[in-house]
């Protein structure tokens, strides 16, 4: 039996701080639950520029497209605003997601008890909560053509193309279905059927799919209104299921519900390999946060939840990442907090090592 294989991207600013929290995660597993991953590690973003000249380099590229799942970063910073478009570091980001063809994004958003006093929201409205948005991925206007700049009649005209297929659109909902499944058994697709065909296309897809589901009860909101919803009732929501561009807005809208960015894991699932598990990648919600980088003021718990995620998703070691989840919740209900996690005048945080020797901890007395 081969080991799990895992390509780690640490990318840009706190990307290499919050994986080497990772990585003692991924030790100790070794050493208290007797399962080795191979591990490799590679430049991706500004890093892979400064080095190659490109934001993902093919050999980078065909790694990713060999293993089990792979671990990102974050990517980008204010010295890489300039370069030309095709070579910004987000472009590397985007080559993974589409070349794997990872077409399912979940964007779990949970608000840990010891972490409802950070919302912008009341406590008892997101106190307990725990959704999932299954954003479309690889589609939509993030990728229809035609697109670009043009000059029409003396002055610049920008295109972008929503675009979709019903492929495209079914097999994300299948995903979303599936996960639905695995939980509270409610879906509520959102787009804008009143405004756009893609919309009611979108609408008339996942009805169809939904018949292969009896169990799970959907609902369908126009996407405005969603993001009202959100920050009104979010506990409403089980899973929600959406396109490229309004997954990108609802789920950073979620992601604030809960507190803080440093939180949030995601995963990105493509199609089953020959193994049966689904093409992966795994990455924090938040971004390279150039202005900390390398102070250890970094939030290293969305990238060691995102591992988790990992772990349930791409190597079936569900127990695991139970653990693991559990382990966060203890060391935030034991108060140790980063920066980003404090609200009190006078209160040391806690450094990025800091944080993950405490979820080390948690794991051992786990056992």
Request: overall charge negative.
């Amino acid at each position: 039996m081969t080991n799990p294989s895992l390509l780690i991207l640490p990318g840009d600013g706190i990307g290499q701080e919050v994986m080497a929290e990772v990585r003692k995660v991924i030790d100790w597993i070794g050493a208290k639950r007797d399962v080795t991953f191979d591990v490799s590690e590679d430049l991706v973003g500004g890093a892979a520029y400064d080095e190659h000249g490109v934001p993902l380099a093919d050999e980078t590229m065909a790694k990713a497209q060999e293993v089990d799942a792979v671990l990102l970063g974050a990517v980008g910073g204010p010295q890489y605003d300039d370069l030309d478009f095709s070579v910004k570091p987000e472009r590397g980001l985007l080559r993974l997601r589409k070349e794997m063809d990872l077409f399912a994004n979940l964007r779990p958003a949970q608000c840990f008890d010891a972490l409802a006093d950070f919302s912008s929201l009341k406590k008892d409205i997101v106190s307990g909560l725990d959704i999932m948005i299954v954003r479309e991925l690889t589609s939509g206007v993030y990728f229809g053509e035609p697109r670009g700049i043009s000059e029409v009649d003396g002055q610049r005209v920008g295109v972008n193309t929503q675009r979709y297929t019903e492929a495209e659109i079914e097999r994300g909902a299948r995903a979303a279905f599936e996960l639905a499944m695995k939980r509270d058994k409610r879906l509520c697709s959102m787009e804008k059927a009143n405004v756009m065909e893609s919309g009611i296309l979108w609408r008339d897809v996942v009805t169809e799919v939904s018949k292969d589901y009896p169990e799970v009860e959907l609902s369908h909101m126009y996407a405005d209104n969603g993001a009202m919803q959100l920050v009104r009732a979010p506990k409403q929501f089980d899973v929600i299921y959406t396109d490229n561009l309004f997954g990108d807005i609802l789920s950073d809208c979620a992601a604030m519900l809960t507190g803080s960015l440093g939180m949030l894991p995601s995963a990105s699932l493509g199609a089953p390999m020959e193994n049966g598990r689904p093409k992966a990648m795994y990455e924090p919600v938040h971004g390279s946060a150039p202005d900390i980088a390398g102070e250890g003021k970094a939030n290293p718990c969305a990238c060691i939840l995102s591992f988790a995620m990992a772990l349930r998703y791409s190597f079936d070691m569900g127990a695991e990442a139970d653990r693991l989840e559990a382990a966060v919740e203890k060391v935030l209900a034991d108060g140790v907090r980063t920066g980003d996690l404090l609200n009190e005048a006078g209160v040391k945080p806690a450094t990025t090592s800091e944080m993950g020797n405490a979820v080390i901890a948690a794991l051992d007395a786990s056992l």
